[in-house]
């Protein structure tokens, strides 16, 4: 059974400033890992969709990176605003034809 | 393209009471998702229908939770009866291969 892992819980940084969204999972047998934004109150916005065969997917100034072999993905935004402050989640989808979620990392960006 | 529609958005009521959640997912997407999201978490998959038919309900507490999907399309989730511990958000995801589109959700308050 998948089981997917998501550091820091919380995160608080000041604007401007880089920072690095970790996330593990322990079947690396998946198709895709897909970062979701979910601000309060609302449903999940799809930011980033990593197909297995690609090691990086980027937007804008989001940039997530996956290692399929050791079960880690990243998700780096650069130059923070406070815009950015919501839950950012990972979820891997695999052989069973769904997503399988961590439980999510609260960004609050300080101006 | 339309999202995926879900109602109500809120809904409060006592324990023991029944309630039902709707869903219109996207046209021609065949794939349809509820997700539990208690707050602090991440989502954890109820049930996954393939078309009208069900294709992974292990998480589904079926005492107290059902689910169908009329002809393929609108999806209808009950509990029946709530406790205090189903305060949570349910959400609805449809998707074609390669993508997921979720519901805004419905927020769900056991008194």
């Known amino acids: 059974k998948q089981e997917v892992t998501q550091i820091p819980a919380a995160l608080s940084v000041p604007e401007g400033e880089n920072l690095v969204l970790n996330c593990s999972f322990t079947?690396?047998?998946?198709?895709?890992l897909q970062w979701f934004r979910q601000d309060p109150g609302k449903g999940l916005t799809s930011l980033l969709l990593?197909?297995?065969?690609?090691r990086e997917q980027t937007s804008g100034r989001l940039n997530a990176s996956l290692d399929k072999s050791s079960g880690r993905s990243t998700l780096y935004i650069a130059a923070s605003q406070p815009g950015d402050s919501a839950t950012y989640l990972c979820?891997?989808?695999?052989?069973?034809?769904?997503?399988?979620f961590g439980s999510g990392t609260q960004l609050t960006v300080l101006p | 393209e339309a999202g995926v529609a879900q109602s109500p958005r809120y809904k409060i009521i006592e324990k023991r009471q029944s309630v039902a959640f709707w869903c219109n997912p996207i046209?021609?997407?065949?794939?349809l998702y509820w997700y539990q999201q208690i707050l602090g978490q991440g989502p954890k998959l109820l049930i996954q229908?393939?078309?009208?038919?069900?294709?992974?309900d292990s998480q589904l507490p079926k005492d107290r939770f059902s689910a169908e999907r009329l002809k393929g399309v609108d999806s209808t989730l009950k509990i029946q009866p709530a406790k205090l511990e189903d305060s949570a958000v349910y959400l609805c995801?449809?998707?074609?291969?390669?993508?997921?589109?979720f519901g805004s959700g419905t927020r769900l308050t056991v008194v």
């Open positions: 990593i197909q297995s065969s690609q």
């Open positions: 229908f393939q078309n009208n038919g069900v294709v992974d």
């Open positions: 046209s021609g997407h065949a794939t």
């Open positions: 979820a891997a989808y695999g052989s069973a034809r769904q997503l399988t």
């Open positions: 079947d690396s047998a998946i198709y895709n």
């Open positions: 995801a449809s998707s074609i291969p390669g993508g997921y589109t």
